[in-house]
């Protein structure tokens, strides 16, 4: 399948679009407060970061086979703030638009996931991978397109993606996330319950803990398994040179964010494999890219 095109220079359009994907992804079926939890049945194309890396969003939903089957399910995060920029201006609030129309014609089986990168746009933190303050840059993009009424449209995206689960879980204990907490001081209730605002701030926000964390030792990461009742974490947030990679047990991180960016599915009706099979297991994105 080929990826949806909105008209992005239509503030009326834009709007309209981010704030029905929002409503959409909060009253899902699937969702208790802000995990997402799968059936156990069909599979999950797991992803990591995306960063509007050229030509991997549209790889991903090809791969993802939407119209395939219903119990087809993909997991999208950290889609924006990329390195392929217009005079300086970041441009993907488009990819955002693009997975808005993907949850409105796929309600129950695109998923994304709140990053920190999202969170960061939300709460106008700078952020940068190395060229500069990315949410600036975002922000620069929306005004060149929208004029007077880039605020309204930064509005309609910050509801969008504040409307993003923070967790999607499956009954094999697969639980996926941008990231695991680095902290254990944080509510466990909030992924039972809608996030509030105290849950978005640092230091001890359950979502920010999550979306921000980068402890990955052993113990930490079995601790936080045995407590969060999961057998396996899938998520992105950390560099991976060749797109996936298991760090220590029960943990698998991908980046499909670079030319060497990679993807996995996983059953959902089966056991979970080991993170090094599922490791072995991930497909290049370069291999299902659009050829240019």
Not at 25 to 51: E, F, K, M, N
Not at 57 to 80: K, Q, T
Not at 139 to 154: I, K, N, S
Not at 161 to 168: Q, R
Request: net charge negative; with cysteine.
């Amino acid at each position: 399948m080929e990826l949806p095109r909105p008209n992005w220079i239509d503030a009326d359009e834009m709007i309209e679009l981010f704030e029905r994907a929002a409503d959409t992804l909060l009253r899902s079926p699937l969702r208790r407060g802000s995990t997402v939890h799968l059936p156990p049945r069909g599979r999950l194309l797991a992803t990591g970061d995306i960063h509007d890396f050229p030509g991997h969003l549209e790889a991903i939903v090809r791969l993802a086979e939407l119209d395939g089957s219903p119990d087809h399910h993909v997991m999208l995060h950290e889609l924006i703030h990329g390195e392929r920029l217009v005079d300086r201006m970041d441009m993907s609030y488009r990819n955002l638009a693009v997975v808005a129309r993907l949850v409105v014609e796929y309600p129950l089986q695109v998923h994304p996931l709140l990053a920190n990168h999202e969170l960061a746009q939300c709460q106008r933190m700078a952020v940068s991978k190395g060229g500069g303050d990315q949410v600036a840059m975002f922000d620069d993009g929306l005004e060149y397109v929208f004029g007077e009424r880039a605020e309204e449209v930064a509005t309609a995206i910050r509801e969008f993606i504040l409307a993003f689960p923070l967790v999607l879980r499956a009954d094999n204990g697969l639980w996926c996330a941008h990231s695991i907490p680095s902290r254990y001081d944080f509510d466990d209730g909030a992924f039972d319950r809608r996030l509030e605002d105290a849950d978005y701030r640092s230091p001890k926000g359950t979502a920010w803990t999550v979306v921000w964390g980068r402890t990955q030792d052993p113990d930490h990461v079995q601790t936080l398994l045995t407590r969060l009742h999961a057998k396996l974490f899938v998520v992105g947030h950390c560099s991976v040179e060749m797109g996936a990679a298991s760090p220590v047990d029960g943990l698998v991180v991908l980046n499909s964010d670079h030319e060497r960016g990679a993807v996995a599915f996983i059953a959902l009706d089966r056991p979970l494999p080991s993170a090094d099979e599922l490791v072995k297991q991930a497909i290049p994105l370069v291999l299902h890219r659009p050829l240019s």
